[in-house]
């Protein structure tokens, strides 16, 4: 039995394309069972397992009066997973007939020959005046806000809009969507095969 050691490993980076104020520059935790299930249903050609939506809630922190934040684990455990709650999404798969701006909300594929890894690079545009029902300035003291994000995920087709599975989920400070700014999430999924750990440099 050939064995092929994979290590998989996020980036989520959220920023304003315009004034390239960044928000968020981290790492994410990635749901194994649900990510090993979609690269299966991939390479056997089911027509399921491919990313599909990214994924906004408000759901992962707290804010004390005194403004001291305080996190929730991310969760990876579960083919059921997901976020904690959910209150905005787009598809960014854009092959399909769903998403409305495929220019903007978009995979990547990257890779550099000789290399033994390769970039997903899932990119995600909030524009002015998505989500509906937003504030008109990012002034908010309401942290809890609906579209006050503090956690994002990406989500696999399992073979309908309503049929998801979270594949990463990552937990972050809240950062606030309202009409006076465009919001881009640069999100990147590494594959990496380990026989040649030197080479993710």
Request: charged fraction near 15%; glycine fraction near 6%.
């Amino acid at each position: 039995m050939i064995q092929v050691p994979v290590m998989i490993k996020g980036s989520l980076r959220i920023h304003d394309p315009n004034s390239g104020q960044v928000f968020v520059d981290k790492n994410n935790a990635i749901h194994y069972e649900n990510i090993s299930l979609s690269m299966a249903q991939t390479l056997a050609d089911r027509n399921t397992g491919y990313i599909y939506q990214m994924a906004f809630g408000n759901g992962g922190s707290s804010v004390d009066p005194t403004g001291v934040i305080t996190y929730l684990p991310p969760n990876t455990v579960g083919q059921n997973a997901t976020l904690y709650n959910q209150t905005y999404q787009k598809v960014v798969d854009d092959n399909s007939v769903e998403n409305s701006d495929p220019v903007n909300n978009k995979m990547t594929v990257l890779h550099t020959p000789g290399k033994f890894y390769s970039d997903i690079l899932v990119t995600c545009l909030l524009d002015y005046g998505e989500p509906a029902g937003q504030q008109a300035f990012d002034n908010s003291t309401n942290f809890s806000g609906e579209y006050v994000f503090d956690e994002l995920g990406l989500k696999t087709w399992n073979g309908s809009a309503t049929d998801l599975r979270l594949i990463t989920h990552v937990i972050f400070h809240p950062v606030q969507k309202s009409l006076n700014r465009q919001i881009q999430i640069d999100y990147t999924l590494r594959i990496q095969t380990l026989t040649n750990l030197s080479s993710s440099a």
